[in-house]
């Protein structure tokens, strides 16, 4: 049985946007939008913008350059344990020798 979508508003810089999502990820975009805005106030309270838009571009990149570290973090560690898998399997196949 597929999951209930459910259409729900998000306010991302004084903006209403309707979205679509699936029930149980309506808090996950609940929590986001919340982060955005805040992340938004933050920019607006330091630097002087004279758009909306230059805060979501900057709130972007801020949110895209961290996924990408976490991304490069997680392969990281893939490719240790990956390693050290092989490294393992290398050892038994000798043993079983």
């Known amino acids: 049985m597929a999951e209930e979508i459910v259409s729900m508003s998000v306010e991302l810089a004084g903006r209403t946007y309707k979205v679509n999502v699936k029930e149980s990820e309506r808090s996950i975009f609940e929590s986001a939008s919340a982060m955005v805005n805040d ?37 990281d560690d893939r490719k240790i344990v990956t390693e050290r898998l092989q490294s393992l399997l290398h050892n038994l196949e000798k043993v079983s020798e």
Request: hydrophobic share 40%.
């Open 39 to 75: 992340t938004i106030n933050g920019y607006e309270a330091r630097r002087a913008y004279e758009d909306k838009q230059d805060l979501l571009a900057m709130v972007l990149l801020q949110y895209v350059t961290a996924f990408i570290k976490q991304n490069r973090l997680h392969n």
